[in-house]
Structure formats: C-alpha cells, structure tokens
C-alpha cells in the first residue's frame, strides 16, 4: 500500500504516502480512491490552493449542513502547522483540536472530516492544496471560529478582515 493512515483521534487522519526517490527526485501518489475509501475518505469533487507567506493564519473555517466539507490538505512547498478543531456539539471532544507539521519535506498530508473547523499557520512561504471531497464551497454555509482559539508557534501573525471578524467558539453556529 502506498500510504500509511494514522488515526490522530476524533476521526481526523494523518496519512503518510510512500515517497520513491531517485537520482531525479521523487514520486509519490497523493490520492488513491481503493486505499482512501478504505478509511471513509470519499472522492474529491473540488481541488483548491492557496500560497502564504510566513506568519499568515488562515482558518479556523467550516461549513454547516448540508454542504459540511471534508478537507485533505497537502503542502508541495513549504510548511504548515495544520490544525482542526471539533465543532461537534454533541462531541464528547467538542473544542477540542489536533495538529500537525505538512510540509514538503515529511510529504504528510491531513484528512479533516467534516465536523471540523480547518486552519493553519504558515511556518514558511507555503503553498497549500486542499482536496475539498463532499460539496462544492458554497459561502451561505460557510462559518467559521475565531483564529485565535489556537496557541499559534508564530506570534506575528498575518490574519484577514474577514478572518479578524469570526466569533469566539461559545458564539459560533456550529453542529449539533
């Protein structure tokens, strides 16, 4: 099998693809339907990317139902600490997140159920591509929870407006 799975908890997976290298460089398969249904990750219907320079927080975003988004994050160039915080009401992990290192040295990639607000921090210049697997975005779903919810490493943080205005979580519409 080309991947390893590793259950981080609260159903959010840390999966590690088999890298060849050679005296090219390397390949490796990022996604592959048999081996990632296997673990309840169902097929991509929108790819996104974004670029960030050191410092940029981007999160912590969600969707509601019925257009809630699974999320596999993968970053080609740079690094991140990728975070997903549970907004499961009815959770016994509710508020509670998980996170990890992406970067284009370990080549780790992260599946975010839904259920999840998703964001990150870039720790270098990153370049970020999501497999968004559900729904397609659609911004009346959107939520999302105050940025800083999360001890981030990098304390001069780049935020948008938009990201400035997310309520605390006790105020967020969330699931049930």
Same mark, same amino acid.
């Given at each position: 099998?080309?991947?390893?799975f590793?259950?981080?908890?609260?159903?959010?997976?840390?999966?590690?693809?088999?890298v060849f290298?050679?005296?090219?460089?390397?390949?490796?398969e990022?996604?592959?339907?048999t081996? @990632?249904? &296997? #673990?309840?990750?169902?097929?991509?219907v929108?790819? =996104?990317?974004s670029?960030?320079?050191r410092?940029v927080v981007?999160g912590?975003?969600?969707?509601i139902?019925p257009?809630?988004?699974?999320?596999?994050?993968?970053v080609?160039?740079g690094?991140i600490?990728?975070?997903?915080v549970?907004v499961?009401k009815?959770?016994?992990? @509710?508020? &509670? #997140?998980?996170?990890?290192?992406l970067?284009?040295? =370990?080549h780790h990639?992260?599946?975010?159920?839904?259920?999840?607000?998703?964001?990150?921090?870039?720790?270098?210049?990153?370049?970020?591509?999501?497999?968004?697997?559900?729904?397609?975005?659609?911004?009346?779903?959107?939520?999302c929870?105050?940025?800083?919810?999360?001890?981030?490493p990098?304390?001069?943080?780049?935020?948008?407006?938009?990201?400035?205005?997310c309520?605390?979580?006790d105020?967020?519409e969330?699931?049930?």
């Amino acid at each position: 099998m080309p991947f390893d799975f590793e259950d981080l908890g609260m159903g959010v997976l840390l999966i590690k693809p088999k890298v060849f290298p050679d005296k090219r460089g390397f390949f490796l398969e990022l996604f592959k339907a048999t081996d @990632f249904s &296997k #673990h309840n990750i169902p097929m991509p219907v929108q790819v =996104n990317m974004s670029f960030s320079v050191r410092g940029v927080v981007r999160g912590l975003h969600y969707q509601i139902t019925p257009k809630e988004q699974g999320k596999l994050v993968f970053v080609p160039k740079g690094k991140i600490l990728d975070v997903a915080v549970d907004v499961r009401k009815s959770s016994p992990t @509710f508020g &509670k #997140h998980i996170s990890a290192e992406l970067s284009e040295s =370990n080549h780790h990639m992260l599946w975010i159920p839904p259920g999840f607000a998703h964001g990150f921090q870039a720790l270098d210049d990153s370049l970020v591509v999501y497999f968004v697997t559900h729904n397609d975005y659609s911004p009346q779903h959107e939520r999302c929870i105050n940025y800083s919810y999360i001890e981030w490493p990098i304390k001069e943080i780049i935020v948008s407006d938009k990201d400035k205005q997310c309520p605390p979580l006790d105020k967020a519409e969330v699931f049930s």
